[in-house]
């Protein structure tokens, strides 16, 4: 089961967190699998030989083995590890923050018109700051302690929850809506049992983008202002020369990022399983 | 956009109250002004009334006077011009660089499978990952700046084009075998017309993305004129109400973009809309 | 059918279980004005089944969904049991045009979904699903998803649905309208049983003839722009229920030269204009 990597895209205009695009039909077989190892694996030798030829300087490219010894030793020692269990917490708290504010807001502002015309516009304006702007001013105000990193994090992912959600809620088919009239629910079940499942793609590629932007966010901010984590890691290395630490840690990142994918793919799979299998 | 969409659904719904609603509460158009005036109100209330420290709530008319200076000796208005100056470069190069890459994929199984995986991982890194590497590779000055921001625009371009093209539903394909059209044929009359929506898509938010890595640029890369260098001074200095400024400014230019771009996609788009 | 005097009694005592009075209602389209019902009078009596048909266009639908109370915008008045309907109820259940289950749920929860103001537990919840799925055949399928079913199966869960909180009224929006021939009948036959076997009072809206004779006590003939009652036929006990009955075939033809179909071909349009003067 390729599971992992083939989701089916969802969101409308869900441009650059979510999943990558797959063919229509079923997931290529495993000698498919292997004609993508053939440009890695290509781009591999090609560094491992001209390492070995003495073709590439160190402050350019360290050759493999060395980037795979920083990264066992890092392992081993402990630091890399450490490094990626405190971004690893930053980010998870700094989502579950933002995203759970955002998924309450952003269905508040999807269901309700009067709010929507008080709040969108500013939000809207308020969205368009790139998030490291704001930065500079929450350094002065809290300081570059964890708050810091929370309130930062946080607001990046807030910011493509609330969107989606808003989106998805409003985008409810009317027919549903009335649905739920002639049954006569109750506001509850009206919102359980209606609204929010039939926002729950919207939700979702929201979630995923805020995922991928809290993630974003957290290297941007602990290059910048951190004494650890992962990105400390790689401002470090940059500091010191030393490509390979900067490289290792990427690896790391590039990982995380693989298992966040596939773990909201799998999420995703569960939560919409009503979907037809064939629907693209 | 999403208002348009709304106003349409709005319109046809079965319940559309005639007449105007109940009580109500501020006049429509007002309301998107309330917030953000009672806001600013507070604001210059606490400034005034001693009880925040000025120097994290400046009261307005400083921030203002601030605004007039700095744009009438050109400081701030020619570090826009550079910031936006770099954010076009980049945003072009990555651009055009992703859509290419992406029509090839896209029309090219082969190239989707050899390429795809690769893409895949190398969009799971975190975009300021690359900031290390890039500084040391191409220098943290003009050069390195404008990688990034390239680099930046070329992930949802490049995504969005392959996504568009391979998107195409079977029976189009289909259409075009039966046609017997060539290579070129299905490129100029099936796959682009019908990913042309998907790559405004991946414009768009490329443009967003190159805005963002541009400010990270400046903030993270060698001090350089532009609208980032003259926040990490404000930040050193302490001064709010530049700082203030400038994320007026970062809101502002995001917006414009916005603008720009979403209606551009109107007009182009517009045979799509039923 | 009682006589005129009894209805008229009941009319000022009693009051009709469902009164349609002089309803009429406009929209406006691209800013013009639509008259979608223009003075619809009906009653319908506890345990009737009434059929509608009418060109596509005259009505049919807006007028189901003004009973359900989906929409109260309008003129007139509609009552049930003397009391003017002010919003859905699970009094009154409807088969929409489509099916409209809900993508998420699974067949019995879609089903369960119309229990959930009712006030029952969850045990004779269950049981009242069960039963409903096995009335319409359904039982193997509980657990499917819509996006599973065929079209007839999703209008029989969607039948199920509507069945399921014993409605006292039951409407009906061409039900059976995107089935095939054979599934089509065989749910005519099943739709009678539910609704004798149950004592629901029906209002069908339908394209098919031959189905509002077979299935109605009285059959509405609704003519467009705007939108009105041209006639109501009642399907006296002298029809019986075989569809090659020349009584049958004689009352059909009837309906068919109301709508503006003649059996000939010939002076329809003059047989309609006769008609409706
Ligand atoms: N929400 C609406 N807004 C404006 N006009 C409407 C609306 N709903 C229905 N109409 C108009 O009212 C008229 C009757 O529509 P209705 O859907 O009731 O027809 P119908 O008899 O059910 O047709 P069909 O047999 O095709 O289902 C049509 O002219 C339609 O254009
Ligand atoms: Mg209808």
Same mark, same amino acid.
């Given at each position: ?13 869900d ?16 000698g ?38 920083t ?10 590890? #450490? #490094? ?6 930053r980010?998870?708290e700094?989502?579950?923050a ?8 952003g ?11 008080f ?16 930065m ?14 929370i309130?930062?994090i946080?607001? #990046? ?5 609330v ?23 109750s ?7 209606i ?22 966010t957290?290297?941007a901010v602990?290059?910048i ?14 500091q010191?020369?030393?490509?390979e ?16 994918h596939?773990l ?17 | 956009?999403?208002l ?15 007449g105007?609603?109940p009580?109500p ?20 209330l606490l ?11 400046p ?12 744009f ?10 550079a ?20 029509l ?30 890039i500084?040391?590779?191409f ?32 029976s ?10 060539g290579?070129f ?22 443009l ?14 060698n001090?350089a ?13 302490f ?31 517009r045979?799509?809309?039923? | ?12 005592g009693?009051?009709?279980?469902l ?14 004005r639509?008259q ?11 345990g ?15 007028l ?7 929409d109260?915008?309008?003129?007139g008045?509609i ?12 009094d009154?259940s409807?088969v ?9 749920l699974?067949?019995?929860a ?7 103001q ?18 319409v ?10 996006a ?6 999703a209008?029989?869960?969607?039948i199920?649905?509507?069945?399921v909180?014993k ?56 003519h ?9 036929l ?20 009837e ?17 309609l204009?006769?008609?409706?003067a």
């Amino acid at each position: 089961m390729a599971a992992g990597l083939s989701a089916t895209q969802t969101g409308p205009g869900d441009s650059t967190a979510g999943a990558a695009p797959v063919r229509r039909g079923n997931f290529p077989a495993a000698g498919i699998l292997l004609l993508g190892l053939v440009v890695p694996l290509g781009l591999l030798t090609a560094w491992t030989v001209a390492a070995l030829l003495g073709h590439l300087p160190e402050q350019i490219l360290p050759p493999p083995w060395i980037v795979l010894d920083t990264l066992l030793d890092g392992i081993q020692d402990g630091s890399l590890l #450490s #490094s990626t269990m405190t971004s690893l917490e930053r980010v998870a708290e700094g989502f579950a923050a933002g995203a759970a504010v955002g998924l309450v807001f952003g269905t508040a502002v999807g269901l309700s018109k009067t709010l929507r015309e008080f709040v969108d516009p500013l939000f809207l304006a308020l969205s368009q700051v790139p998030t490291l702007g704001w930065m500079p001013i929450v350094i002065l105000i809290v300081g570059i302690d964890e708050g810091l990193k929370i309130i930062v994090i946080g607001w #990046s992912a807030f910011i493509p929850v609330v969107l989606n959600t808003s989106q998805g809620v409003r985008d409810v088919p009317e027919a549903y809506v009335e649905l739920g009239r002639v049954l006569s629910f109750s506001r509850w079940s009206k919102l359980t049992m209606i609204v929010l499942p039939s926002a729950v793609p919207s939700i979702f590629t929201g979630l995923r983008e805020g995922l991928a932007n809290g993630w974003q966010t957290l290297v941007a901010v602990e290059l910048i202002a951190s004494f650890e984590g992962l990105g400390y890691l790689m401002a470090y290395g940059r500091q010191l020369f030393q490509l390979e630490l900067v490289l290792s840690a990427m690896i790391v990142v590039g990982l995380i990022g693989l298992v966040i994918h596939g773990l909201l793919t799998l999420a995703e799979n569960r939560l919409q399983r009503w979907r037809p299998e064939t629907s693209r | 956009m999403s208002l348009i969409t709304i106003a349409g659904r709005e319109r046809l719904s079965h319940t559309a109250p005639i007449g105007p609603p109940p009580s109500p509460f501020l006049g429509r158009h007002l309301r998107p002004l309330a917030v953000p005036i009672a806001l600013l109100a507070i604001w210059e209330l606490l400034a005034h009334a001693g009880v925040a420290d000025p120097r994290f709530l400046p009261p307005l008319e400083e921030v203002v006077a601030r605004g007039v200076a700095e744009f009438s000796r050109g400081g701030l208005a020619f570090n826009l011009l550079a910031s936006l100056e770099r954010d076009l470069i980049g945003f072009v190069c990555g651009s055009v660089a992703g859509i290419a890459l992406g029509l090839a994929i896209g029309f090219s199984r082969l190239l989707e499978r050899l390429l795809g995986p690769v893409l895949l991982v190398h969009r799971q890194i975190a975009l300021f990952a690359w900031v290390p590497l890039i500084s040391m590779w191409f220098g943290g000055g003009e050069a390195g700046k404008v990688v990034f921001i390239a680099l930046a625009a070329f992930q949802p371009a490049l995504i969005n084009t392959w996504q568009g093209v391979s998107g195409i539903p079977r029976s189009y394909r289909e259409l075009a075998e039966v046609l017997t059209f060539g290579w070129f044929d299905f490129a100029r009359i099936i796959a682009i017309p019908g990913a042309l929506p998907q790559i405004f898509t991946g414009l768009h938010s490329a443009l967003i993305y190159a805005w963002t890595a541009t400010v990270g640029a400046e903030l993270l890369l060698n001090i350089a004129p532009g609208i980032g260098g003259r926040m990490n001074e404000g930040q050193h200095l302490f001064h709010m109400d530049l700082l203030l400024l400038c994320i007026l400014l970062l809101g502002g230019v995001g917006v414009v973009f916005n603008v720009i771009a979403g209606s551009l996609e109107h007009r182009l788009l517009r045979w799509r809309i039923p | 059918m009682t006589g005129p005097v009894a209805i008229s009694e009941q009319g000022r005592g009693q009051s009709h279980a469902l009164e349609i009075a002089d309803v009429s209602k406009r929209f406006s389209v691209a800013g013009r004005r639509v008259q979608a019902l223009s003075h619809i009078r009906l009653a319908v009596d506890d345990g009737e089944f009434v059929s509608i048909v009418g060109a596509s266009g005259c009505g049919k639908s807006t007028l189901l969904r003004l009973v359900l109370g989906l929409d109260t915008d309008y003129d007139g008045d509609i009552r049930v049991d003397g009391h003017r309907v002010e919003r859905p109820g699970l009094d009154r259940s409807i088969v929409f045009q489509e099916h409209r289950l809900l993508p998420w749920l699974n067949v019995e929860a879609n089903v369960a979904a119309a229990l959930r103001q009712s006030g029952l537990g969850a045990a004779e919840r269950g049981e009242l699903v069960r039963d409903h799925l096995h009335l319409v055949g359904l039982d193997q399928f509980a657990k499917a998803y819509p996006a599973q079913l065929s079209g007839g199966m999703a209008q029989r869960v969607a039948i199920a649905r509507a069945l399921v909180t014993k409605p006292r009224f039951l409407l009906l929006d061409e039900p059976l309208g995107a089935l095939d021939a054979l599934t089509r009948l065989r749910l005519q036959d099943e739709l009678q049983r539910i609704v004798r076997h149950e004592g629901t009072t029906a209002v069908l809206v339908t394209h098919d003839v031959d189905e509002a004779v077979y299935l109605g006590d009285r059959i509405v003939i609704m003519h467009p722009h705007p939108g009105r009652i041209a006639t109501i036929l009642p399907v006296t006990d002298a029809v019986s229920r075989d569809r090659s009955d020349p009584n049958f075939i004689r009352l059909r033809d009837e309906v068919l030269s109301w709508l503006g179909v003649s059996r000939t071909g010939i002076d329809a349009d003059a047989e309609l204009a006769r008609r409706s003067a």
